[in-house]
């Protein structure tokens, strides 16, 4: 059983910046199989990054060119590099498998129970 602990989270500054972190333990072949979602009160959580069978990174618009998707096999860890924060990215974030993908999208459906997330508050 595949488990996976988010880290990294706090309060930040608009501007600013954080580095999210997602250990795997368990049975997990490839880090590329984990994606990063987050979810803002009275929203649907949604895919903010993942990484394609292809191995492109793909983002939602709204964190486009702000933040990266990285990770270390030898670490078993997934890393999610945010920066220039805005306010609209307070939420808690999550890591987590995708049901699928495919060589040009991430699934927003995942296949594990959700862990307690990571959260992420920017605000002056």
């Known amino acids: 059983q595949v488990q996976l602990v988010e880290s990294g989270g706090g309060l930040v500054q608009p501007g600013g910046s954080l580095r999210l972190s997602c250990v795997a333990s368990?049975?997990?072949?490839?880090?590329?199989?984990i994606a990063w979602y987050r979810q803002t009160p009275g929203k649907q959580r949604e895919l903010v990054a993942g990484?394609?069978?292809?191995?492109?990174?793909i983002y939602s618009d709204s964190v486009k060119g702000r933040f990266t998707i990285s990770g270390d096999n030898a670490k078993n860890t997934v890393y999610l590099q945010m920066n220039r924060l805005k306010p609209e990215d307070t939420a808690v974030y999550y890591c987590?498998?995708?049901?699928?993908?495919?060589?040009?999208?991430?699934?927003?459906?995942?296949?594990?129970?959700w862990g307690q997330g990571t959260q992420v508050t920017v605000s002056s």
């Open positions: 987590n498998i995708p049901r699928f993908r495919t060589s040009s999208t991430v699934s927003d459906r995942v296949t594990l129970d």
């Open positions: 368990g049975s997990i072949f490839r880090i590329e199989t």
């Open positions: 990484i394609t069978t292809g191995g492109t990174p």
